[in-house]
């Protein structure tokens, strides 16, 4: 086996760590910020539990791949909350410079077809190209929103009340999760209930 692979890939393994330190604007039901790597995780068991009730078969290897990778970019880029970029144009463009220039720097590390594949994967989540991609960018949404629902309700902004009945936009094109999304919704308002009571 050639070494300066083995290298190559032991390189974004070590630059993917760096996504178990970089956090997120979402806590845990403990109270601890919660990192990209937490996220990326629970988004792929989401996928395998979810695949087998969707509209339509999906290649889960390349849901996975997906789920796994999508956030992957962080790793250079950083995280910037989606909400933040809804609100500012230019810091969307600054995100999106980066994100590229981060997946072009990944690709560039890695193996010519491995690098390939890991490139392809995260354009096409970005562009949400196929139906594996559209279902990958629902659930990031939702496993966003269920983190914030397992989360001290103190620790929301203004803007995240709204975002719970944004979710819908994102799941329109299957109806399981569209059942998915509104069973966390509910969880959400539930939470936003018991806020108003105490």
Do not use: C
Request: glycine share 2%.
């Amino acid at each position: 086996m050639d070494t300066k692979i083995i290298q190559k890939i032991l390189e974004v393994i070590h630059l993917a760590e760096r996504l178990k330190k970089e956090l997120r604007h979402s806590w845990l039901s403990n109270g601890r910020q919660e990192s990209v790597a937490e996220h990326s995780w629970r988004l792929a068991l989401i996928a395998v539990l979810v695949e087998p009730y969707l509209d339509h078969p999906v290649n889960l290897e390349r849901l996975l791949t997906m789920s796994i990778i999508h956030d992957l970019v962080e790793a250079i880029a950083g995280d910037i909350p989606a909400f933040d970029t809804q609100q500012n144009q230019g810091l969307k463009e600054k995100k999106t410079h980066r994100e590229l220039a981060a997946i072009e720097t990944i690709r560039s590390t890695l193996p010519t077809e491995l690098g390939q594949a890991l490139y392809d994967s995260w354009i096409e989540f970005e562009e949400k190209a196929t139906y594996e991609a559209k279902v990958a960018q629902a659930i990031d949404k939702l496993e966003a929103q269920l983190q914030h629902n397992e989360a001290d309700i103190t620790s929301w902004l203004d803007i995240e009340y709204q975002m719970v009945y944004r979710l819908k936009n994102h799941v329109s094109f299957d109806s399981f999760l569209q059942a998915f999304e509104q069973a966390i919704r509910e969880e959400a308002e539930e939470k936003m209930t018991a806020a108003r009571l105490e």
